[in-house]
């Protein structure tokens, strides 16, 4: 059976604007160190880069459905990225991006 996919929409709250390499780079730590190696591959993550917003530092973060409550727990224990404290904010959960778009206004 086809694993159901769900879209995060999530918005980085921070002083300076955060980069999406950056980003990038603090989600898959905080992933790794919450759900562990194992989980983290069966939750199937997976960050759209060409939906990444760094005017609105909003983003899209794909991942299995049974997973999203996990995963919005460890975008949450996310408090800095380099020398910036952040706040990551899960504005959506949705099943395609095309709905996740017109709802957040992308």
Request: with cysteine.
């Given at each position: 059976?086809?694993?159901?996919k ?7 709250h ?12 603090a989600?898959?730590?905080s992933?790794?160190?919450w759900?562990g190696?194992?989980?983290?591959a069966k939750?199937?993550?997976h960050?759209?880069k060409?939906?990444w917003?760094?005017?609105k530092q ?9 997973f ?9 224990l ?7 404290r952040v ?8 099943g ?5 778009k017109?709802?957040?206004g992308?």
């Amino acid at each position: 059976m086809k694993e159901k996919k769900r879209y995060i929409i999530f918005r980085v709250h921070s002083d300076e604007p955060v980069n999406f390499p950056n980003m990038k780079n603090a989600v898959w730590n905080s992933l790794e160190n919450w759900l562990g190696e194992r989980e983290l591959a069966k939750a199937n993550i997976h960050i759209v880069k060409n939906l990444w917003d760094g005017r609105k530092q909003k983003g899209f973060l794909k991942c299995s459905h049974k997973f999203v409550d996990e995963v919005k727990v460890g975008l949450g224990l996310i408090h800095q990225i380099g020398d910036s404290r952040v706040i990551f904010q899960s504005l959506r959960v949705t099943g395609t991006i095309k709905s996740g778009k017109e709802k957040t206004g992308r």
